[in-house]
């Protein structure tokens, strides 16, 4: 199988619409990383998300509605939570975890008695979602354990012989996966952070929201999040994240990648570059947002330039860089 590359068009979004009406997988662009969709009541698509990761089955998947649509069969109840966080985030980057309902397959939620689901906001995403009709489960689209994609060339670099359909689109405004909030206990608990911080989801429903920071502490923390593996979101390279007082002593023997934000670190990395020809020095923005927006297409870009490691800066503590911070440790683990 050799996968189109489809520009938006109308006309596209309705092939790949009716393609998964019929079982077909579709990636397809998000506001925060490329997903591949299968539609939920087409266990053979499901089962073929699977398979074109090569993502163990048990792994629960998200399972993405257009804006306003009809949530009752596949979620247990809305209850007044849920339906506050509807109303604040959806559309955009919020998952949010509670009871499934009958009409949701076991065999999208990795076997238990709730779904993940999210509306996506980005414009490709919403057209498609309301071509289809019926909700969409989409994990990232990309090798189990692999970097997310941000563009559509990576997801044809990745997985074009695998699938039939990548639909194309404008780059992930957001650039890291959703954040995942699970409603399943009294206190509602962050199982992954991303751009919406445990403070916005307090600010909005009013109650004490477990950050991933706790939730993370505690024992038992639920190992079905994918995300919550050690090592995930890794490129070929190596991934160190250290601050800028730590490079000057380091020996490179090999290509190189140190990416950062500071002005120390920055000049750290200049330094470097002037004692070892095989470094390469790639500056960001020194927003978290941006940081985020351009993490993984900077990841990839290491392997593509035959970096052997890739030393990135590490972010200063607290909420803002909580989401880059926990992709790098991921990514470095
Ligand atoms: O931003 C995103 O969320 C992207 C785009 C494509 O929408 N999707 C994504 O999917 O990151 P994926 O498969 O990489 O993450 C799915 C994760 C699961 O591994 C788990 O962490 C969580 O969503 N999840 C889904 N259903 C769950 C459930 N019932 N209980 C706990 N966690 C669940
Ligand atoms: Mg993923």
Redesign the pocket.
């Known amino acids: 199988m050799h996968a189109e590359l489809l520009s938006p068009t109308a006309g596209n979004i309705q092939r790949c619409a009716q393609a998964l009406q019929h079982g077909q997988l579709v990636a397809f662009p998000?506001e925060?990383?490329?997903?591949?969709g299968a539609a939920v009541t087409q266990l053979g698509g499901i089962e073929g998300i699977f398979k074109a990761k090569g993502r163990p089955s048990e792994?629960?998947?998200?399972a993405?509605v257009a804006p306003g649509a009809n949530l009752a069969g596949w979620v247990g109840e809305v209850t007044p939570t849920m339906q506050k966080l509807i109303d604040a985030f959806w559309p955009g980057?919020l998952?949010l975890?509670v009871p499934?309902g009958e009409r949701m397959p076991f065999e999208v939620?990795?076997g238990?008695n709730?779904?993940?689901i999210?509306c996506?906001s980005h414009p490709v995403a919403i057209e498609l979602l309301k071509a289809t009709g019926v909700p969409v489960a989409?994990?990232?689209?990309n090798r189990f354990g692999k970097v997310?994609p941000t563009r559509a060339s990576h997801v044809l670099a990745e997985l074009g012989d695998r699938i039939p359909f990548i639909l194309d689109g404008d780059v992930p405004e957001v650039g890291?996966?959703?954040t995942?909030v699970?409603l399943l206990n009294d206190q509602p608990a962050v199982?992954?952070p991303?751009a919406i911080t445990a403070a916005q989801i307090q600010a909005v429903l009013g109650v004490p929201v477990k950050t991933h920071g706790e939730v993370s502490k505690t024992p038992n923390a639920?190992p079905?999040?994918?995300?919550?593996l050690e090592k995930h979101y890794s490129p070929d390279a190596k991934v160190w994240v250290l601050p800028a007082s730590e490079l000057s002593a380091l020996q490179l023997n090999n290509k190189t990648l140190c990416v950062g934000w500071s002005d120390e670190f920055l000049a750290q990395a200049d330094a470097l570059r002037e004692q070892y020809a095989a470094v390469l020095v790639e500056a960001l923005s020194d927003k978290p947002a941006e940081v985020a927006k351009a993490l993984y297409a900077t990841l990839r870009q290491a392997d593509e330039l035959a970096c052997k490691q890739v030393l990135f800066e590490k972010p200063s503590p607290g909420p803002d860089w909580e989401a880059v911070a926990d992709r790098l440790k991921r990514a470095s683990a």
């Open positions: 998000t925060t990383v490329f997903g591949l792994h629960p998947l998200i993405h980057p998952t975890v499934k939620t990795g238990q709730s779904v993940g999210r996506p989409a994990p990232s689209a997310s890291i996966e959703s995942i699970s199982l992954r991303g639920n079905r999040v994918s995300g919550a």
